[in-house]
């Protein structure tokens, strides 16, 4: 059965296709902080000189050392990113004489500022060249190295959610579908009253009580997914209740959680699996939403929606990828979750199923 599911689901090119995204999102997301040309924590290197440029400005930057020196092992680079031991100002040229570097600071297009320092103040190699593929935002900071980062985001907030939707929409619909009567019915009300409140205000009213924050946003988009997931449970587990095999399990006087959760539970997980998808698109939308609104990740940490934010007045002038590319991306991540449902529900022909 399970290799009959795998060649259904291969066969699908755009289950294929939105597996590859994901696979590729999630090995950015991992290797972010090696794979980033900007390593610093958050991808919060702040070079105000080069702010807002396009994609593909490069520019020399000189190496100047700082008085702290810190050490992080490999892990810690891996999971937090590493802080800068050198300060990078931005040179059109320079000259050595004695034991001073002569360099001319790039201030903006065609304004420079002539400055010297200490030869053993600079850092080897002197200067090194650097390419910003996608650009730099307002605050001068690497708009790829932000987006890699920012992938974390979107992929924790789509996983944690749905973590929490699927525990919470599980346990409650299965209550509500197998036990019937007054569980039922209290657990249907909940449903239908949180059901007539829009997502995004009751995201909004939880944010509040929660606070802002990275995993308080985490918790609040979790809190309100869980409403389609029970009903869906609900409806599978009054469904396969009735079936022989669930009633020879009565027969033979085994427990309700036991019936549950070996017997009931197990299946109904193909719909589970295609509910979970489009959950996962969903909170990565409503994500980027909130970070958009301001009451979402806060800055510096990176977010594909506060990346919108910070740069969307840049669409109507000079410079748009600042705010396209990370929408861009939202809508790529997105379309390989809708791509990978519709690619489970079709290899589990869960249609015929309800």
Known sequence: MINSFGKRLFKNTGAVAGIIIIACSVIIALFAYIISPDATPNANRMIPEIGSKKPGFSIQFLQVKKNNSIQENFFSKIINGKQDTL????????????????????????????????????????????????????????????????????????????????????????????????????????????????????????????GKGFWQVFIAVGLTMWVNVARLVRGQVMQVKTLEFIEATHALGYSN?????????????????????????????????????????????????????????????????????????????????????NGLRDALNVKSKL
Request: overall charge positive; aromatic content about 10%; glycine content about 8%.
């Open 257 to 341: 959680t036991r019936i549950i959760i070996k017997h009931i539970l197990p299946n109904i997980l193909g719909p589970v699996m295609v509910i979970a998808a489009s959950n996962f698109a969903s909170a990565i939308v409503i994500e980027a939403g909130l970070s958009f609104l301001g009451i979402g990740v806060q800055p510096p940490q990176p977010s594909w929606g506060l990346m919108i934010k910070e740069n969307y007045n840049f669409i109507i002038t000079n410079n748009p990828m600042l705010a396209l590319t990370p929408g861009i991306a939202i809508m790529l991540l997105v379309l390989a979750f809708n791509l990978l449902g």
């Open 87 to 210: 300060t990078y100002i931005p040179v059109t040229n320079y000259t050595i004489k004695a034991d001073s570097v002569i360099y001319n600071k790039y201030v903006d297009d065609n304004i420079i500022e002539r400055k010297a320092i200490a030869l053993k103040n600079v850092g080897n190699p002197i200067t090194i060249n650097v390419k910003f593929y996608l650009g730099t935002d307002r605050f001068g900071r690497d708009i790829l190295s932000r987006l890699i980062i920012g992938t974390r985001v979107s992929l924790s907030v789509g996983l944690i959610a749905v973590i929490i939707s699927l525990t919470l929409g599980i346990f409650l619909g299965a209550l509500a579908g197998y036990f019937k009567s007054w569980v039922d019915d209290v657990i249907m009300w909940l449903i239908n009253v949180l059901w007539s409140i829009p997502t995004l205000l009751l995201v909004f009213a939880i944010t509040l009580v929660l």
